[in-house]
């Protein structure tokens, strides 16, 4: 699929910068996201600095040897990649940005380039290649689309990860992370939206009430119950945005009778140590590891949440006792699997609207989700729609790569980064669209409002709320009061 | 003169520069292993993706499916060079001959008229990707000297191989094309290792380096932050 460039209209008003001028001067770096005050001088020696330590302690080294040796400069990434679809600018070229890494390993950690650095005279990295490599590291989506395009099986997405660590390490890195994260792993709240214990137990009562009055059955939230099968982890946004996404799954819990539990020492499955720092992604799922262990839970289960899924699916086991590990399950999963066994009963009259499903990356670039979620829609939304492409070479929605939670680059994920995504959302003709991911549903909403488009973003849970059907046994008559009653039986005539 | 220096880059020279060539490639295919083989020793989860690995390779192996999406004349010329580049220098009749006579090894050749077109369109797909990389505006932007260099040094052999098999030319000026020939071949021979052209033992790895690549070390955080003197820093 491809798409048209940008006008030059949209240009200006995606690459627009509100970093304020005499910020930008004090930084010394011209990008478009907020940076906190940073040590601004000698970046190139902290660059390289930061960059041995990583090597040495890390497995990248091989990796950048690979890459390094036979990267060919083809261009086919250009063609998967859809900010250079949008753009037309050639350092939007996957391998472009690649090369920008690359070359600095080339020269200054290989035996010939350190030659080749001796003969020609001074060192390569400069500060301009440090603003470059700030900038065109955070235009990408980290989709991982373009390494299923490359013919030498380069993995433009890691090296992008890797170049954002290195970053971080020298405090170039987007503000909006840093402090949630600081709020995550230092602050009072330990989550990234700040949500205290008490408020979260008010949100959840408040949801159950919802539930009662709407289901007439009791479905609970159960807070820190041990010894539960599953220990859940949402993308903690969603106790604030996706209110039918977590009583869809509450209500799957419910029909199921599986025992599952939120734990109050900890319950943020946002990871933004995957956007950025591989520091903070160890740290952020010891502390998931921590609180599953502390409830003598069985398996740590992320909510609708892609990055969530996938750095707890990948990195629990990498950082929390490999083959001793928890195990992980994706909410996706579970909900595919109790489905499958005919724990769950949906009632395929209630979705009556034009219904398509979004692949998040984390999930469908690994072919790990793809079809399961599908399974499920198809047998209770009638009038279900395939977008194309779909499954491992999907189209991001344009915020990944944590660039969905840096709010002032909004023109340019809804102009740039979604704008093939929005040409595919308009040529499905989907009212429904369905992303079973935090950050895919902020992005979407945002690019639909923005693109003027006529469509629904929601969750699967959203969908599966509105069409669960309970057990006879699990529902509840309400006592009728008198005053109501001729109201109530009207209601229930509507409905 | 002309004969004996002929004599010599046939003989001695091909020797060196085949070796440091085959060499070359076994020490970064070495290397390659056994740094994947470390860093999986190294990784805090040890399994690996075999059947992503899989499915990943025979996509590389036969990326038709790719194909359809991407430049697709571009992509065509791209495999059908690689065809012709591989297959002739190695199933030339004239070259197993050579090797028959100071070796005494030899294998089924390609029949004439096969291996002659073959060396037409390698000549021509070299010269459209020459072209390519000149005018087609993403390619031209990727491209760096070397790339450029690359296509004209393959060239070269592939221009004077064919004229010394195919068209009368007076014995001096043959000597003089076979000179350039197997000087350029033997060029290529010892670059291939050192440049990006070593993808001809590589690339079949990557999928298994890609696989190998998320498989981080544990406990990183506190040896990083020793080694930055950033214990205790706030993030």
């Not at chain 1, 020492?265 to 956007?275: E, K, Q, S, T």
């Not at chain 1, 499903?357 to 469908?364: G, I, L, Q, R, V």
């Not at chain 2, 696989?211 to 205790?232: H, Q, R, V, Y």
Request: hydrophobic share 40%; net charge positive; proline share 4%.
């Amino acid at each position: 699929m491809k798409t048209t460039r940008i006008t030059d209209e949209e240009r200006a008003k995606a690459f627009k910068s509100s970093v304020k001028p005499e910020v930008l001067e004090k930084q010394k770096l011209n990008v478009r996201y907020n940076i906190e005050e940073f040590n601004a001088d000698d970046r190139p020696r902290r660059f390289l600095e930061a960059f041995a330590a990583i090597l040495k302690h890390s497995n990248y080294k091989f990796v950048l040897d690979h890459f390094a040796r036979m990267s060919a400069r083809c261009s086919r990434c250009a063609v998967a990649c859809q900010i250079y679809q949008a753009t037309g600018d050639p350092e939007d070229i996957p391998c472009h940005r690649s090369e920008l890494l690359l070359e600095v390993y080339r020269r200054h950690f290989t035996l010939g380039g350190m030659l080749k650095g001796k003969i020609s005279g001074g060192g390569y990295l400069t500060d301009e290649k440090i603003q470059e490599m700030a900038q065109s590291f955070w235009n990408c989506t980290a989709c991982r689309r373009c390494a299923l395009e490359c013919p030498m099986g380069i993995d433009h997405g890691l090296i992008t990860h890797l170049g954002r660590y290195i970053l971080s390490e020298i405090g170039i890195v987007p503000r909006a992370l840093v402090i949630s994260t600081r709020e995550q792993l230092e602050g009072a709240s330990k989550n990234t939206s700040g949500i205290p214990v008490p408020a979260l137990a008010d949100t959840l009562e408040f949801l159950e009430d919802d539930m009662f009055e709407e289901k007439s059955v009791k479905i609970k939230f159960p807070l820190d119950v041990e010894d539960s099968d599953y220990v859940f982890f949402p993308a903690v946004s969603d106790f604030l945005m996706e209110a039918e996404t977590l009583m869809g799954i509450a209500a799957v819990f419910r029909a199921t009778g599986d025992k599952w539990t939120i734990g109050t020492g900890y319950y943020d499955g946002i990871n933004y140590g995957l956007f950025y720092s591989d520091r903070i992604l160890e740290r952020v799922v010891n502390k998931v590891d921590e609180e599953t262990r502390r409830l003598n839970g069985k398996n740590i289960l992320i909510g609708e949440c892609g990055h969530a899924s996938r750095t707890a699916k990948t990195f629990i086991p990498t950082f929390c006792g490999g083959k001793n590990a928890l195990p992980v399950v994706s909410i996706l999963e579970y909900t595919h699997k109790v489905w499958k066994e005919g724990r769950l009963k949906l009632n395929p009259d209630i979705i009556t609207e034009k219904v398509a499903y979004h692949d998040p990356c984390n999930f469908a670039r690994n072919r790990w989700i793809i079809n399961q979620p599908r399974e499920v829609l198809k047998s209770f939304c009638k009038n279900y729609v395939e977008m194309t492409p779909i499954g491992d070479n999907n189209i991001c929605c344009g915020g990944g790569g944590g660039t969905v939670s840096i709010d002032e680059i909004r023109p340019y994920r809804t102009t740039v980064g979604g704008k093939l995504k929005a040409d595919q959302i308009r040529k499905s003709g989907c009212e429904i669209l369905v992303a079973p991911c935090a950050n895919c549903k902020k992005q979407l909403r945002e690019l639909v409002e923005d693109q003027k488009i006529d469509c629904q973003i929601v969750g699967l849970h959203d969908l599966i709320y509105k069409a669960i059907v309970f057990d006879e046994s699990l529902i509840e008559k309400k006592e009728e009061q008198p005053a109501d009653k001729d109201n109530s039986a009207e209601k229930e005539g509507k409905g | 003169m002309m004969e004996s220096l002929l004599d010599f880059v046939k003989g001695p020279l091909f020797r060196l520069c085949f070796a440091i060539m085959i060499l070359g490639l076994l020490r970064i295919f070495t290397l390659d292993i056994w740094n994947g083989y470390k860093a999986w020793r190294k990784a805090g989860d040890k399994r690996i993706p075999w059947k992503l690995i899989r499915r990943r390779s025979w996509e590389w192996i036969f990326p038709f499916k790719r194909i359809k999406n991407n430049f697709q004349v571009y992509s065509v010329i791209s495999i059908l060079f690689h065809v012709g580049l591989i297959l002739v220098p190695i199933f030339l009749f004239a070259h197993i001959e050579l090797w028959k006579t100071s070796t005494g090894i030899s294998w089924p050749s390609l029949p004439f008229t096969l291996a002659f077109w073959l060396t037409i369109s390698t000549i021509i797909f070299l010269i459209v990707m020459l072209f390519s990389r000149i005018v087609v505006k993403p390619i031209k932007a990727l491209s760096k000297k070397q790339d450029y260099l690359w296509l004209i040094l393959l060239l070269i052999p592939f221009a004077t191989g064919f004229i010394c098999a195919n068209l009368n030319v007076s014995p001096y000026n043959y000597h003089f094309f076979m000179l350039i020939h197997i000087l350029s071949g033997e060029l290529i021979f010892v670059l291939i290792p050192f440049s990006k052209i070593a993808h001809c033992v590589l690339a079949p790895l990557s999928q298994i380096v890609c696989g190998l690549a998320w498989s981080f070390p544990p406990e990183t955080d506190d040896a990083i932050c020793t080694t930055l003197n950033k214990k205790g820093a706030r993030i």
